[in-house]
C-alpha cells in the first residue's frame, strides 16, 4: 500500500508580503533613528550614517527610502506633527446634549495644552524655525500641519456649537485663532524662549485652560436673555 501523503504544512507568508514587512520596519527604524539624532544634534549636526548605524541598516537602504537628508527631515516633522494634531483633534468627543460648553473647553484646551508642550514638540519647533532660513519648506511643513490644522479643526468644531446655539460665532475661524492663541500664545512662547524647564505642570496648564476659556467664552459665549420685569 501507498503511504499516505503527509499533512500539508501551513504556507507560510508570500515572499511580496515578507519583503513589505521587512520594508516597512526598516523605514519605521530609520525614522526613529532619524528623530532621535535631529532632536539631539540639530539638523548641521546630523548625518545619514550616523542615522544608518542607529537604525541598523546600510546607507544605501536609508537613501532608498529618503532621496535626502532634508526629506527626512520633513518626515519627522510630519510624523511628529501628524501625531500631536491626531491626539489632540481626533480623540476629543462632541459635547453632549446640555453639555457645559466651559468645562467641555477646558477639557479641549488642557489637551492641547498637554499635548504640545512637551519637551520633543518644542525642540522640533526650535530646530525648524532654525532652519527656515535653509529650507523654507520646513517652515511650511511645521505650520501647516501644526497651528493652521488646530485652527481649522478648532472653526469646524466651532461652527457645530454655534448650530447648536452653545456659542455665538459670526466668522468660525477668527474664533479659532483666538481660541487656539488665548491657550497656546503665553506658555509656548516662554518654553521656546526659557527651554523645557519653563514647562508648566498639569495644575498650572489647567489653571492656565481654565483663564482662557474664560476670556473666550466672555466674547463667544451665548448670553442669556434678560426679560423685561413686568
Known amino acids: 500500500m501507498k503511504k499516505a501523503a503527509s499533512a500539508a504544512k501551513p504556507a507560510g507568508k508570500p515572499a511580496a508580503l515578507e519583503e513589505t514587512s521587512s520594508s516597512e520596519r526598516k523605514h519605521e527604524a530609520i525614522v526613529e533613528a532619524a528623530k532621535d539624532l535631529f532632536l539631539r544634534g540639530g539638523y548641521l549636526g546630523t548625518n545619514m550614517d550616523e542615522i544608518a548605524a542607529l537604525s541598523g541598516v546600510s546607507k544605501q537602504t536609508v537613501y532608498k527610502h529618503f532621496a535626502s537628508k532634508e526629506a527626512l527631515f520633513i518626515e519627522i516633522v510630519n510624523s511628529m506633527t501628524n501625531t500631536a494634531g491626531d491626539t489632540v483633534h481626533n480623540q476629543i468627543p462632541e459635547l453632549e446634549e446640555g453639555g457645559d460648553v466651559a468645562s467641555y473647553l477646558v477639557d479641549y484646551a488642557t489637551r492641547q495644552l498637554t499635548v504640545v508642550l512637551t519637551p520633543p514638540i518644542m525642540q522640533l519647533r526650535r530646530l525648524v524655525i532654525g532652519e527656515v532660513g535653509r529650507f523654507s519648506e520646513l517652515g511650511k511643513v511645521l505650520y501647516e500641519r501644526g497651528p493652521e490644522r488646530a485652527i481649522n479643526m478648532l472653526a469646524a468644531l466651532f461652527e457645530r456649537l454655534a448650530e447648536r446655539g452653545v456659542l455665538a460665532t459670526h466668522d468660525a475661524n477668527v474664533a479659532a485663532s483666538h481660541f487656539n492663541w488665548l491657550v497656546m500664545s503665553e506658555p509656548l512662547n516662554r518654553i521656546m524662549l526659557l527651554g523645557d524647564e519653563a ?22 459665549g451665548q448670553k442669556p436673555v434678560r426679560r423685561r420685569p413686568r
Open 199 to 220: 514647562i508648566p505642570k498639569a495644575a498650572e496648564l489647567r489653571r492656565h485652560a481654565k483663564e482662557a476659556v474664560r476670556v473666550f467664552l466672555a466674547a463667544y
